[in-house]
């Protein structure tokens, strides 16, 4: 590993295969690259730091009145967030790059209920106690809720209807999104 220092506002180390750097800016902030161009993270005078690569997504539906079978994932299928492109409009599901600890939040409007939802990891029902992870829905209003779990890096999640409930739901107004949280 070779250091280069230039000047008083920047430190590179040379890796095997990739360059690293340390730069102080003149608004007082500290970043650190890799590459030439490619910011890591930042933080500045205050204590804050900026991380422009975290995994993220909002991930919502774009279709009406769409029938979902028991226990199927919900055709969540178009992004306005995806950082990372770690959330896949084709499976409807979010795939973690990188193991840690994460949170989830989701919305949906169902016609029919009352129903129950889970919030998914690696296909199945993600229930760490008795009723954690599972959340009743009612018909005719909008319902929410939020979860965090831990996951290894592969591991995927998605949202859907627990094992045993099907039904109809206006997709217009279900989403799913996610990021992790460290």
């Given at each position: ?68 079978g028991a226990g199927q994932e ?18 409807y599901r979010f795939t973690a ?86």
């Open positions: 590993m070779a250091v280069k220092i230039y000047g008083s506002n920047r430190i590179d180390l040379d890796g095997n295969n990739e360059t690293f750097s340390i730069r102080a800016t003149a608004d007082d902030e500290l970043n650190f690259y890799k590459g030439a161009s490619t910011k890591l993270m930042g933080i500045d005078a205050s204590g804050f730091e900026s991380k422009p690569n975290i995994p993220a997504f909002m991930a919502y539906g774009n279709a009406g009145a769409v029938s979902v919900f055709p969540i299928s178009a992004t306005s967030t995806n950082i990372g492109n770690h959330y896949n409009i084709s499976t790059p990188v193991a840690g600890f994460y949170s989830f939040q989701y919305g949906l409007y169902s016609y029919e209920g009352p129903q129950q939802v889970a919030i998914k990891k690696n296909g199945l029902d993600w229930r760490p106690s008795d009723t954690t992870g599972l959340f009743s829905v009612e018909s005719n209003r909008l319902n929410s809720g939020a979860i965090s779990m831990s996951l290894e890096v592969g591991d995927y999640v998605s949202f859907g209807f627990r094992d045993g409930y099907s039904g109809n739901v206006y997709m217009s107004h279900t989403w799913l999104s996610g990021f992790l949280v460290g």
